[in-house]
């Protein structure tokens, strides 16, 4: 699952894949799954495969998404409440929150082609040697490698040159959501950077602009008019894909999860999922 996130960044497509790596592995007969010495390297790879074919038909799925697409958010299990008997069956439950699933860095990861995505995840994220990594993708090691490199370049073309630490950016979204409740504009725009960019994903079931919204001061408009046309909506400090984000919250349902990212202590970037499709894991779970 941690392997499908990080790749596909849909939980549901994710757990699909692992579900179908081992549908894969008990075809085989017993003898022949006697005789692969590593199991889990092995459905590493025909997961890695499977991942790859869903990569190649994502781009036309995702061109008819109503809307910006944007990577699943994650909760933080050790910020839930779980109730009594209820264990973490969820598939998300089981995911490893790093600096690898941040959203900032997941969609970096959307830029990529499929192949480069998967060499990058696969060797700098999980640590697969390029040998492991062609008998994925069907090209040579060298390949894979240069694919590799060809990501990194991507990652480090955009990235931040000053991002906040946790500490500060735990506060800058404290700061944010307390200016979003008492619905101080100005105070909203001087913690956005003038050119920060506000994406937000509604996948055609719930209100959400259909375009990023530029410039510190439009975002800080946009976020003013949606508080006003939602009276009784609860914001929440929570963890989103291990970085501190904000949950909005209305008569105890899920409505929007909020990822951010900061550079020299300003907001540069939002990315607020609302397609209630990609809220699930947050819903089955008591965020009190």
């Avoid at 291990?242 to 202590?265: C, E, I, K, Q």
Wanted: proline share 6%; aromatic share 6%; charged share 25%.
């Amino acid at each position: 699952m941690n392997v499908a996130y990080r790749l596909l960044g849909s939980v549901a497509e994710s757990e699909d894949a692992v579900q179908e790596a081992y549908t894969r592995w008990y075809a085989l007969p017993r003898g022949r799954r006697d005789e692969i010495t590593s199991p889990g390297a092995w459905l590493t790879t025909v997961t890695g495969r499977i991942c790859l074919d869903v990569l190649g038909s994502a781009r036309a799925r995702r061109e008819r998404y109503v809307g910006a697409w944007l990577p699943d958010p994650l909760p933080d299990r050790a910020e839930w409440g779980h109730g009594p008997g209820e264990g973490l069956a969820d598939p998300a439950d089981q995911m490893v929150l790093d600096e690898s699933v941040t959203m900032a860095f997941l969609v970096v990861l959307e830029s990529m082609t499929p192949a480069e995505r998967v060499a990058f995840v696969l060797h700098d994220v999980f640590r697969y040697p390029f040998a492991e990594i062609a008998a994925v993708l069907g090209r040579t090691p060298a390949a894979c490698k240069q694919l590799a490199a060809s990501a990194r370049r991507r990652v480090r073309a955009a990235q931040a040159p000053v991002s906040a630490a946790a500490t500060g950016r735990a506060e800058a979204v404290r700061r944010v959501k307390e200016a979003w409740e008492s619905k101080d504009i100005a105070a909203l725009v001087d913690l956005l950077d003038p050119a920060a960019v506000m994406t937000a994903d509604g996948g055609g079931l719930a209100g959400a602009a259909l375009r990023p919204i530029e410039g510190g001061a439009r975002i800080a408009q946009y976020m003013i008019a949606i508080a006003d046309k939602a009276p009784g909506l609860e914001l929440l400090e929570r963890s989103v894909n291990g970085a501190p984000g904000l949950v909005a919250r209305r008569d105890g349902v899920v409505m929007t999860v909020a990822s951010f990212d900061l550079t020299h202590g300003r907001v540069t970037r939002i990315w607020a999922v609302r397609n209630p499709e990609k809220l699930r894991p947050w819903a089955r779970h008591d965020l009190s």
